[in-house]
């Protein structure tokens, strides 16, 4: 039988999988876990060391080029693990996520997380960016970074919608920062309708 599948089918069957993208640069084309939903792009409840729930990711939908299931022994494996580690099945986020678009996505994900991370991967592949949403327009982002000490930048930076490849949100990293970075100088964002 083979282990290649859709995203759908990978939706509908819960199977822990390896989503292989378009290459956007060293170490961005893979991602484990378990796809959620599917739209323009596709939500994938994060997994780390095939054991911990580890928040959730949004990746375009088109730059996806195969998607594959475990081996079902290692797929039984995930599942005593996650479950014994009180992480199985995932859960999904406590909030609905609009995949129609990055905007939408980051808009939908502003409403119940102050933290958030983008990916511009084509142009700056292995990079994460850390902070809160300051501004969010039809044409981009401006995001309050924090960073690796736990810091607010003063200003936001400014990312092109059509730069972002990815979001994540929920992880062990991002809640580190929450609980222990500084407090926010500025107001939070507050996220119209769209």
Known sequence: MSRTLSLDEARTTGAVVTIHRRGLGPHTDLLDGVVLATGVWTLVGS?????HAD??????????TKVRR??????RFVERA??????????RPDLAVDLTSV???????????????????????GEYFPGAVGILTDEGLGLR???TAGRWEAAPRWFGLG????VSWGSRYLGA???FGERPPFAPFVPSDG
């Open 47 to 51: 997994l780390a060391d095939w054991a």
């Open 103 to 125: 905007e939408d996505v980051v808009r939908s994900v502003a409403r119940t997380s102050r933290l958030l991370a983008v990916h511009a991967e084509a142009e700056s592949p």
């Open 163 to 166: 730069e972002i490849t990815r």
């Open 82 to 91: 996650a479950a014994g580690l009180g992480s199985w099945p995932l859960p």
């Open 55 to 64: 928040g959730y990711e949004v990746i375009r939908t088109e730059d996806v």
């Open 145 to 147: 970074f924090i960073d």
């Open 177 to 179: 920062f929450d609980r």
């Open 70 to 75: 475990l081996r079902r022994a290692n797929q």
